[in-house]
């Protein structure tokens, strides 16, 4: 068996898991944020059997979008005599970011 953790965008949350679902996989949701842009977004957490990997894995990509994201980091350029001025940064973030690890043991109770 599988975990897959997969951090995706906020607003691509609903879409996904509601496809995840219709296919027949199971979802757990947690609330995340990044620790470079510090703004939230959605690690979902699915368990599944080896064979079923590629079909969630391809439904994630589907589902999920990259976007631009800009941040301000406080630069001091020399010719302002010391003080701080905003810069902002473009980054894309996503479409979907997955970690797959191996499921050791695995029981509902
Ligand atoms: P954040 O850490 O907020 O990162 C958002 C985006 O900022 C990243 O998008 C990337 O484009 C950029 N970025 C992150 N760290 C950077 C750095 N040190 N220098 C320059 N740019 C940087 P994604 O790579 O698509 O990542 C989206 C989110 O997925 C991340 O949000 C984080 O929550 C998670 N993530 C990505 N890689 C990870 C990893 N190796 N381990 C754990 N979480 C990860």
């Known amino acids: 068996m599988k975990l897959l953790y997969a951090i995706v965008h906020d607003e691509d949350t609903p879409r996904l898991m509601a496809?995840?679902?219709?296919?027949?996989?199971?979802?757990?949701?947690?609330?995340?944020?990044?620790?470079?842009?510090?703004?939230g977004n959605t690690t979902l957490m699915i368990v599944v059997e080896d064979r079923q990997?590629?079909?969630v894995l391809d439904i994630i990509r589907s589902y999920s979008s990259a976007r631009?994201?800009?941040?301000?980091?406080?630069?001091?350029?020399?010719?302002?005599?010391?003080?701080?001025?905003?810069y902002p940064v473009e980054v894309t973030v996503g479409g979907a970011?997955?970690?797959?690890?191996n499921v050791e043991y695995f029981e509902k109770m």
């Not at 496809?19 to 703004?39: A, D, I, P, Q, Y």
């Not at 941040?71 to 001025?85: A, D, E, K, Q, R």
């Open 97 to 101: 970011t997955v970690f797959v690890l």
């Open 53 to 55: 990997q590629q079909a």
């Open 68 to 86: 631009k994201a800009a941040i301000n980091t406080n630069v001091t350029p020399s010719n302002v005599g010391g003080s701080y001025v905003p």
């Open 19 to 39: 496809e995840l679902n219709k296919s027949g996989f199971r979802v757990t949701k947690l609330n995340s944020s990044g620790g470079f842009l510090r703004s």
